[in-house]
């Protein structure tokens, strides 16, 4: 199973809309049993992502630079605006 963080500045509000966002695309694709989805705030989880506890990570905020290239934009979920693009690199990043 491939492991998915969603994550946003405190970990609830923001993160929990884009999570059942993500569920429901996965569940359009048929993918919903194929990923295990850990929901937080960015703070909690640095080390792990640094770690490479995760295959792929979603913000919906600002992350410290050093983690940038580990982290998926995913804003456009947020808002609905682009979100076709984010979730290709979703599907990208966890080889689905």
């Not at 993918?31 to 919906?60: M, W």
């Not at 410290?64 to 979100?83: F, W």
Request: proline residues 1%; charged residues 20%.
């Amino acid at each position: 199973m491939k492991k998915l963080l969603i994550m946003c500045g405190a970990g609830h509000a923001t993160s929990t809309i884009v999570r059942n966002k993500v569920e429901q695309w996965l569940d359009s694709e048929g993918l919903r049993n194929t990923v295990e989805i850990r929901q937080s705030a960015v703070a909690s989880e640095i080390d792990n992502i640094q770690d490479g506890h995760y295959d792929a990570v979603l913000t919906t905020t600002q992350v410290p630079s050093y983690i940038q290239d580990k982290v998926i934009n995913g804003l456009a979920i947020l808002t609905g605006v682009g979100a076709n693009v984010v979730f290709d690199q979703i599907k990208e990043q966890l080889n689905l």
